[in-house]
C-alpha cells in the first residue's frame, strides 16, 4: 500500500517515517508528485486544516494521504499560537523568531501560569469511500481523523538542539527536559505526533490486517 504524506516539512516527514516505521506500507511525499499544489493552511482548527490538505493530496494523488496539522496552545494566552504556531511571528517566521514571540509574551508569566500542551491531527484521506466504518469517530465522507495530545508548560528559555518548532522550550509534564533534549525515541513516545500516528496505526492493524507491523 502506498501513503503519501502530505507535507513538505523534511523534519515532519522524518518523525512521521519513523513513528511508522515497521507498518507494511511504502510512504511517498508530495515531492514524489510534482504537478501537487501547495496547499494553505487558512482552516480555524487543526482538524480542518489536516482534512484539507488530506484531501487535497489524495486527489492530487488518487492515492491514500496522511495530513498533519499540529501546534501548540498556551492556556495563558487563550490557546495561542495555535493554528498559527508556524507563523506566530509572521509569515516568513521561522522556529527562532516563532520562539522568540513566545518567550517575550510569557515573560512575566509566572511558573504557575505556564501551561500549555500540543495537539496534532492526523487526516486519513482515501481516494473514495473507505471500505470499512472507522475506528475512530471523525473526519468527514472519506477522511478520518486521530488526535493526540501531550500536556506540559513552557521554560523561559531555549534548551536542546533536537526536534525543531517549540521543543526547545516545552517541557512535558513530569520531566524536566525539553523535547528538545530528547532523544527522538523518547519524544515520540510523549509526543502529540506520536500518540496521534499510533491511533493511526491501530487502525491500519484492525482494518487492515494485512499491513500490520511487520
Do not use: W
Not at 494523488?61 to 498533519?68: E, H, R, Y
Amino acid at each position: 500500500m502506498d501513503i503519501v504524506l502530505a507535507t513538505r516539512n523534511k523534519k515532519k516527514v522524518e518523525e512521521m517515517q519513523r513513528i511508522l516505521n515497521g507498518m507494511d506500507i511504502n510512504i511517498l511525499t508530495p515531492d514524489d508528485f510534482p504537478s501537487c499544489p501547495e496547499v494553505e493552511e487558512d482552516m480555524d482548527t487543526f482538524e480542518g486544516n489536516a482534512v484539507k490538505k488530506a484531501l487535497a493530496i489524495t486527489k492530487c494523488t488518487n492515492k491514500i494521504a496522511v495530513a498533519d496539522d499540529s501546534g501548540l496552545e498556551v492556556y495563558a494566552l487563550n490557546g495561542a499560537p495555535g493554528v498559527m504556531s508556524a507563523r506566530y511571528a509572521g509569515e516568513d517566521a521561522n522556529d527562532v523568531s516563532n520562539i522568540g514571540k513566545l518567550l517575550n509574551e510569557m515573560k512575566n508569566l509566572p511558573d504557575e501560569q505556564r501551561g500549555a500542551r500540543f495537539v496534532c491531527c492526523i487526516a486519513f484521506a482515501y481516494p473514495d469511500t473507505p471500505p470499512v466504518p472507522p475506528l475512530i469517530k471523525g473526519g468527514q465522507g472519506g477522511v478520518i481523523t486521530f488526535f493526540g495530545f501531550a500536556e506540559g508548560s513552557i521554560g523561559r528559555e531555549p534548551r536542546g538542539r533536537m526536534g525543531f518548532g517549540y521543543d526547545p522550550v516545552f517541557y512535558p509534564s513530569g520531566y524536566n527536559m525539553t523535547f528538545a533534549e530528547m532523544s527522538p525515541e523518547e519524544k515520540d513516545a510523549l509526543s502529540h505526533r506520536g500518540k496521534a500516528l499510533e491511533e493511526f496505526k491501530e487502525y491500519m492493524k484492525v482494518h487492515y490486517p494485512e499491513y500490520k507491523e511487520i
